[in-house]
């Protein structure tokens, strides 16, 4: 399976500032996607992140807020911008083994805005 | 994605077979059937997948009904680190436009008990 790292695990920020979040995969993935978890909930997709493509938005995210990178078949950035409380959350990354049809998880990163 | 709709909690006892069900009755053909785990604080953890025909590996072993409506991942021996929440999700394979993304609901709390 592949090996996932993300970059910070934790972070406090102030609000109105940005962050953001690595994630490297040790193999070529085509298709990466990045995740939020907020406190207690479930995990909530916010956008597909394809090589060579734009990233694809899930409905109630949009890119000015989430800007994401993928400029290559190994790592994926995910910035969380113009931050507020409600920002709080975990966010994770995740890539897909298309082959075996498989998609592994990051760590998360654990983000708290005061 | 069709939705799927699973216990919100279960307990088990330790050494004994977990049987965590999913319905999944608006399943379309090329859907497959997915299980993943999220131990406490920690990234989400691939268990298995199966579009018709029943699926064993080393972790779990699932059961997919023949009209495809609903599974069962059985955990045969369970542990205590098994205590987890389990997400069964449905998903358009990757190869498809708009596919391989995973959507997640409420999951099932499985607490193993000694």
């Known amino acids: 399976s592949a090996v996932i790292s993300q970059k910070p695990s934790r972070d406090i920020c102030q609000r109105g500032t940005s962050l953001t979040i690595q994630c490297q995969v040790d193999?070529?993935?085509?298709?990466m996607f990045w995740y939020r978890q907020q406190p207690g909930q479930s995990l909530t997709l916010i956008a597909t992140a394809n090589q060579g493509s734009e990233a694809t938005y899930e409905s109630g995210f949009v890119i000015d807020k989430f800007p994401i990178s993928r400029p290559n078949l190994t790592f994926s950035t995910l910035t969380v911008s113009n931050m507020s409380p409600e920002d709080s959350s975990i966010y994770l990354c995740?890539?897909?083994?298309?082959?075996?049809?498989?998609?592994?998880f990051g760590p998360g990163t654990r983000l708290t805005v005061t | 994605d069709a939705k799927t709709t699973q216990p919100t909690s279960m307990d088990c006892a330790e050494g004994r077979a977990a049987n965590l069900p999913c319905n999944h009755s608006t399943i379309s053909g090329n859907e497959y059937v997915y299980w993943y785990r999220q131990i406490h604080s920690q990234g989400p953890q691939y268990i298995i997948h199966g579009l018709k025909n029943n699926e064993t590996n080393e972790m779990a072993s699932l059961i997919i009904t023949e009209d495809r409506k609903s599974s069962t991942l059985i955990l045969p021996h369970a542990t205590l680190r098994d205590t987890a929440v389990y997400y069964c999700i449905v998903r358009f394979p990757s190869s498809i436009n708009q596919g391989g993304k995973l959507i997640f609901g409420q999951g099932t709390e499985l607490s193993v008990k000694p």
């Open positions: 193999s070529q993935v085509t298709m």
């Open positions: 995740s890539a897909e083994d298309r082959q075996r049809r498989e998609q592994y």
